[in-house]
Nanobody, 127 residues
Framework: QVQLVDSGGGLVQAGGSLRLSCAAS????????MAWFRQAPGKEREFVAA????????CYADAVKGRFTISRDNAKNTVSLQMNNLKPEDTAAYYC????????????????????WGQGTQVTVSS
């Protein structure tokens, strides 16, 4: 069993930065692929970024490539999402997720891949 707690959201102006964090409970954190998804009002939850269990492989949605960076610290059971040059279209609730797919940039895209989810943290970017 893994419990995930998201934090770090807030209100920021376009062009600004935020850093989201996800704290995980449990001793098996380093066996999970970790990911961030986001969901805007009236839209489906969409993939943002994922990182392999060892932190050596990452994948990003095209919309955030070059602006967002996912990282993890297995000693602290945390995964982070550094978001730079934020745009109004980045406004959404952001969720971290944990799963055990065989890591590839196609296998990590679907919400059904992930067993555990955080409660979400709201990011609002004003223009």
């Amino acid at each position: 069993q893994v419990q995930l707690v998201d934090s770090g959201g807030g209100l920021v102006q376009a062009g600004g930065s935020l850093r989201l964090s996800c704290a995980a409970s449990g001793r098996t954190f380093n066996t999970f692929v970790m990911a961030w998804f986001r969901q805007a009002p009236g839209k489906e939850r969409e993939f943002v970024a994922a990182i392999s269990w060892g932190g050596t492989k990452t994948c990003y949605a095209d919309a955030v490539k070059g602006r967002f960076t996912i990282s993890r610290d297995n000693a602290k059971n945390t995964v982070s999402l550094q978001m730079n040059n934020l745009k109004p279209e980045d406004t959404a609730a952001y969720y971290c997720a944990a799963g055990r797919p065989l890591f590839s940039c196609s296998s990590v895209l679907s919400t059904t891949t992930y067993e555990y989810w955080g409660q979400g943290t709201q990011v609002t970017v004003s223009s």
